[in-house]
């Protein structure tokens, strides 16, 4: 069964500084993957997604991510925090032919001054 | 229409209301699906219409009631719930392709106190 890891429950980050949301995947065929962003009492925000086409994926506000079917993994990184970024972060995956997502446990981002 | 627009943003409701939760997207996308959140959680499947037609139900219980009446529109039918499924309540949709999945978008959910 298709499930996905992401190490470590809370980030926290200077203002200006790196972010890396890590994700691991488990699946014997690569799974489309995806990153969400969800702010308090709001919806979840699609910020990238993998499906093959690159191993390195641009998404909305600053973020992107690397495939590395390697390492099973599929890591969230943007070069400069902003305090905007503050909010929960959650990797998921479609192993494809199917209308479900796995979800993993999220990530709680804090930027701090 | 990029969006999903879903209603009502709040919900309070004792245990023996009957009360529905609705959903609408105009993005042409053939899939739909409930989830349910609970704080600090990530979102739980509960059901996936494809092209209308319930695909999965994830095992939920009965009180929750889902409809698919057109391409647009789902509805969640909520009845004699107990506390405990008081929880944020998300609707999505995708494009429906078989193999070539696309992201999901999602609304900004319903709030549920169930009292």
């Known amino acids: 069964a298709q499930s996905v890891t992401q190490l470590g429950s809370h980030v926290s980050v200077s203002e200006g500084a790196l972010v890396l949301l890590r994700c691991n995947y488990s699946?014997?065929?690569?799974?489309?993957l995806f990153w969400y962003v969800q702010y308090p009492n709001q919806g979840l925000q699609l910020l990238l997604k993998?499906?093959?086409?690159?191993?390195l994926v641009k998404g909305i506000n600053g973020f992107e991510a690397e495939f590395k079917k390697s390492e099973t993994s599929f890591h969230l990184t943007k070069p400069s925090a902003h305090m905007s970024d503050a909010a929960e972060y959650f990797c998921?995956?479609?192993?494809?032919?199917?209308?479900?997502?796995?979800f993993g446990t999220g990530t709680q981002l804090k930027v701090e001054l | 229409d990029t969006e999903v627009t879903q209603t009502p943003k709040h919900l309070v409701m004792g245990m023996t209301n009957k009360k529905s939760l609705k959903c609408e997207q105009h993005m042409g996308h053939r899939a739909m699906y409930w989830y349910k959140q609970k704080a600090k959680k990530p979102p739980e499947l509960m059901f996936v219409y494809s092209y209308e037609k319930l695909s999965i139900n994830e095992s939920v219980p009965s009180r929750f009631s889902p409809e698919c009446p057109n391409s647009s529109l789902l509805n969640l039918h909520l009845h004699a719930l107990q506390p405990e499924d008081s929880a944020l309540y998300l609707c999505?949709?995708?494009?429906?392709?078989?193999?070539?999945?696309?992201?999901?978008?999602f609304g900004s959910g319903t709030r549920l106190t169930v009292v």
């Open positions: 998921a995956a479609n192993t494809g032919g199917g209308n479900k997502l796995t």
């Open positions: 999505a949709s995708s494009q429906d392709r078989g193999n070539t999945p696309y992201g999901y978008t």
């Open positions: 699946s014997s065929v690569p799974p489309y």
């Open positions: 993998y499906t093959s086409a690159a191993t």
